[in-house]
Nanobody
Framework: QVQLVESGGGSVQAGGSLRLSCAAS????????MGWFRQAPGKEREGVAR???????YYADSVKGRFTISRDNAKNTLYLQMNSLKPEDTAMYYC?????????????????WGQGTQVTVSS
């Protein structure tokens, strides 16, 4: 069983920055594929970024060049540095873990989810 707890959300103006954190339980955290997803009101949950156990990273086109995903395996913590925020980034942000092989884009393939942290960007 993996427990995930996000923090770091808040309200910022367009152009600002936030850093999200996700603390994970589990003795084999370093082997997990970890991802950040977001869901805006009335929209489906979408992938933002993910990081494999080998450190490979993947980003949605909408956040490339602005967001950076990283992980600290010693602290069992996942991060999402968000710069140059836009109003369209407003959403509930969730971290997710996949404990089996692979690091896919599809949210259906992640078995563990946090409760989410709200990010609101005003223009």
């Amino acid at each position: 069983q993996v427990q995930l707890v996000e923090s770091g959300g808040g309200s910022v103006q367009a152009g600002g920055s936030l850093r999200l954190s996700c603390a994970a339980s589990g003795n084999t955290y370093s082997s997990y594929c970890m991802g950040w997803f977001r869901q805006a009101p009335g929209k489906e949950r979408e992938g933002v970024a993910r990081i494999a156990s080998n450190g490979n990273t993947y980003y949605a086109d909408s956040v490339k060049g602005r967001f950076t995903i990283s992980r600290d395996n010693a602290k069992n913590t996942l991060y999402l540095q968000m710069n140059s925020l836009k109003p369209e980034d407003t959403a509930m942000y969730y971290c997710a873990a996949r404990t089996t092989y692979g690091c896919p884009a599809s949210r259906q393939l992640y078995g563990y989810w946090g409760q989410g942290t709200q990010v609101t960007v005003s223009s």
